[in-house]
């Protein structure tokens, strides 16, 4: 009898992401959990473009121009790349602080904040970065244990922080920020277009037509018209507002959350840091500026074995001089925005004010942090 050696499945990274996201296709596509309203969408924008090649094209292509549908197809065929690339991808979110990580950033904010009496509430965990001469307040968040870099948010639904965030969207089934905002409104405006485009063909045939053979008759010779005209016209309105917000809020450079929330306006009075104050620059940064890679890796194999707990692991102290090997991280790691000041990065994860150096003990991640919370002044000149 010879034993047979059954080869031991490799994990991918993806199937152990903490946060409430699908995956499929072997963690290419990424999705938030609820895709209801996404099929929806899906439904509506091929029903009505299935409609309008099948009742309109055709009689369009013969009496007026046979660059009609060519166009349509060629628009349909956008909005639907557009819509896949902001569902199907990573709209930037940020991986958790590992275990040790956390243990770790616990520790400096105990540390930090000094032995608050009990019966008292202790002191909100925020950081204070100056980014074009105004104060950014980083909030901590509790459930991904790090402290959010600039215009991150945590998205309740996906239950994960997303850079940049925007919004989340349930007709697109995913979370709107950085690495998906610029298809996201390119989905907006092409989908405005396509259902301009559709409803007015739409009015155009009819009007032909009715000429011919009448009005009665034309509507009984493509029942599909009447559905056609009144998807368009509801969603007209909704389509075609959004996608006015939306280019109102990339002249600004500012994000839904940041608008919902009054970040740069009301009672707060701080200017928008991010803005260069200048429409064509705005635009030109949100739609043009640099693509980012998904710091998630999440087809990036998971270490065979278990790492073995030391024992006292869970004690902060335990993790004094205690560098992780890599090949124990679940996730890329922390790694601050392109708002983060320099000289913020490495006291971010990491309180340190009333910690003296000689005593501080090496992160995880191998922080050195070398200075006081805040406020840090620094210059942004990369904006
Ligand atoms: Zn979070
Ligand atoms: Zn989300």
């Known amino acids: 009898m010879s034993a047979v050696m059954i080869p031991k499945k490799s994990t991918r990274k993806w199937e152990k992401l903490p946060g409430k996201n699908t995956f499929c296709c072997d963690g290419r596509v990424m999705m938030a959990r609820q895709k209801g309203v996404f099929y929806l969408t899906l439904f509506l924008i091929m029903g009505t473009c299935s409609l309008f090649f099948a009742f309109e094209c055709p ?18 065929l956008f909005v639907m790349a557009m819509l896949l690339r902001t569902s199907f991808s990573d709209p930037g ?41 105004q104060i950014v307040k980083l909030k901590y968040c509790y459930t991904c244990k790090i402290f959010r870099p600039p215009r991150a948010s945590h998205c309740s639904i996906c239950d994960n922080c997303v850079d940049r965030f925007d919004h989340h969207c349930p007709w697109v089934g995913n979370c709107v ?63 075609v507002g959004l996608t006015g917000f939306h280019t109102y809020l990339i002249s600004l450079n500012q994000t839904t959350n940041e608008d919902i929330k009054g970040s740069w306006s009301g009672k707060n009075r ?63 790691p922390l790694i601050p925005n392109e ?32 200075i006081g919370p805040a406020p840090i002044v620094v210059k942004e000149s990369a904006h």
């Not at 009689?59 to 349909?76: C, D, E, G, N």
């Not at 004010?353 to 992160?363: G, L, N």
Request: charged share 15%; glycine share 4%; proline share 10%.
């Open 93 to 133: 979110v940020l991986p958790r602080a590992l275990p040790e990580e956390a243990n770790f950033i616990e520790m400096e904010i105990e540390a930090a904040n000094g032995n608050v009496p009990a019966g008292q509430r202790p002191p909100p965990r925020i950081r204070n970065v100056q980014i074009n001469n």
């Open 177 to 239: 920020g950085k690495r998906n905002y610029r298809y996201f409104y390119l989905f907006t405006l092409s989908l405005s277009l396509l259902t301009i485009y559709i409803f007015t063909f739409d009015i155009v045939h009819v009007v032909l037509r009715s000429v011919d053979s009448g009005f009665v008759n034309t509507l009984k010779e493509t029942p599909g018209t009447v559905v056609e005209v009144l998807v368009c016209f509801f969603t007209l309105w909704s389509v």
């Open 59 to 76: 009689y369009l292509a013969v009496h007026l121009s046979a660059a009609i549908p060519v166009f349509a197809v060629v628009l349909f």
């Open 270 to 332: 701080i200017q928008n840091p991010y803005s260069h104050k200048n429409i064509i620059k705005n635009c030109g940064e949100v739609l043009c500026g640099p693509t980012y890679p998904s710091v998630l890796d999440r087809r990036g194999l998971m270490p065979e074995e278990p790492s073995v707990s030391t024992p006292g692991a869970s004690d902060a102290t335990a993790t004094t001089n205690t560098a992780v090997p890599p090949n124990t991280k679940t996730t890329a």
């Open 339 to 370: 708002h983060t000041p320099d000289e913020a990065k490495p006291s971010i994860a990491t309180a340190t004010a009333s910690i003296p150096t000689e005593e501080k003990p090496s992160s995880p991640r191998d922080f050195s942090p070398k």
